[in-house]
């Protein structure tokens, strides 16, 4: 029993195992033994097959706040294309001239004062203009808005003949021995009348935005401003009808005294008119909560005045020509408009309010008189003035 169990020994150590031997050396495994297949872990398994996690909604669809929270420039909101808009126009205005004539040298005293006649009329007028715009926008730096305003008003007419002579202190009117005090545009006659008129406005504008930006935030709702430059043209005009004249004042220095009151037959008519461009700068603020406010400047330095009157009273032989017009005025000059206002919005529509002022001033131009013999008389006139201003209320739509 011992040789056998020694002879088993000896088989053991002399050849080994077919498992101890390829534990041993690697050479001698298998190929496959030696690049296993390697099984993926659970994790990355999962990893692979489910679909990336959809980002935040805040991501697919960046707000203004989410994209200043990550440093980045939001954009605007989108701008409206187009706007409807009335507004109810309280407006109170007047279309107002003064020209003036030399006295000649020889019927005053002292002797070589220049002397001048002139008068001063004011065309007033109150009523309530209805004003209609509408603003298309096909691009978001560019828009194009066309407004149109008419009404009929009532008002007083008052005309004031006058004397001045600016270097004395004391001036004597020999025809009639009248004398003056101070006379710095003293009024001699006066007139007042009753005023119908027809008023309208007409503008058209293109605005080039140059600013569109956010300046802060309340509770995570923006406020944001915009600015545009304007340009475009405009035109005003009053129609006015005078009746109903009567004498407020009768001095007797340079003119025969007369009496006060109703003087009988003045139908008469003025139609003021005042056209050309306009710049200026229009500023839109938009608060939370559906509230905004806006204000616009525009400013022209090239209007052209044209006044077309008809006196029924001096018309007729050794007076004015019959046919209308028997006196215009021209000249040039200057127009300032502002508008300033708020308003609340509500899904597509806007309540607003505001003060909007149109005023026009010229330079010194010419009032021509045609008279009743084919001949005209030139005179100088010093300046033409129009006003048109007040409060309004009004709504808008906007899509």
């Not at 040789?3 to 041993?24: E, Y």
């Not at 040039?332 to 508008?339: D, E, P």
Request: proline share 7%; aromatic share 10%.
């Amino acid at each position: 029993m011992r040789k056998v169990g020694a002879l088993v020994l000896m088989l053991l150590i002399t050849f080994p195992s077919r498992g101890s031997a390829a534990s041993a050396d690697p050479s001698l495994m298998p190929e496959l033994d030696r690049a296993p297949a390697r099984v993926p872990s659970p994790a990355r398994s999962r990893e692979r097959t489910l679909p990336p996690e959809a980002p935040p909604a805040e991501e697919l669809a960046p707000s203004s706040t989410a994209s200043r929270r990550r440093g980045e420039d939001p954009s605007p909101p989108r701008r409206s294309v187009l706007r409807l808009r009335t507004r109810a126009w309280l407006t109170s205005g007047s279309i107002d001239t003064r020209y003036c004539a030399q006295v000649p040298p020889d019927q005053v005293t002292p002797a070589g004062m220049e002397v001048f006649e002139g008068e001063t009329e004011e065309r007033g007028a109150k009523g309530i203009m209805l004003v209609h715009s509408m603003e298309l926008a096909p691009l978001k730096w560019l828009s194009f808005e066309g407004q149109f305003g008419e009404d009929k008003a009532k008002g007083r007419y008052n005309d004031g003949i006058w004397v001045h002579a600016p270097d004395t202190d004391l001036l004597t009117y020999f025809p009639t021995g009248g004398t003056w005090v101070k006379p710095d545009h003293v009024d001699d006659v006066g007139y007042g009348a009753d005023v119908s008129a027809r008023r309208d406005w007409a503008a058209a504008t293109v605005y080039l935005r140059i600013v569109d930006a956010h300046i802060a935030e309340v509770d995570e709702l923006e406020v944001r401003h915009a600015l545009d430059i304007a340009l475009g043209v405009e035109r005003y005009r009053q129609n006015s009808r005078l009746t109903n004249l009567e004498r407020t004042l009768s001095v007797g220095k340079r003119y025969p005294v007369a009496p006060l009151g109703a003087v009988a037959g003045l139908d008469s008519a003025y139609l003021a008119q005042w056209r050309g461009p306009h710049i200026g700068l229009r500023e839109e603020f938009f608060a939370p909560y559906g509230f905004s406010f806006d204000g616009t400047v525009l400013w022209s330095p090239f209007m052209e005045y044209r006044g077309d009157g008809y006196d029924n009273l001096s018309a007729g032989p050794g007076g004015l020509r019959s046919e209308a017009p028997n006196f215009i005025d021209r000249a040039h000059g200057t127009a300032v408009h502002i508008q300033v206002g708020g308003g609340w919005a509500w899904r597509n529509i806007r309540l607003e309010a505001g003060y909007q002022r149109l005023y026009f001033y010229s330079r010194t131009g010419m009032r021509r008189y045609y008279a009743f013999d084919g001949s005209s008389t030139d005179y100088q006139l010093e300046f033409a003035t129009a006003e048109l201003g007040g409060a309004y209320l009004g709504a808008s739509l906007r899509f």
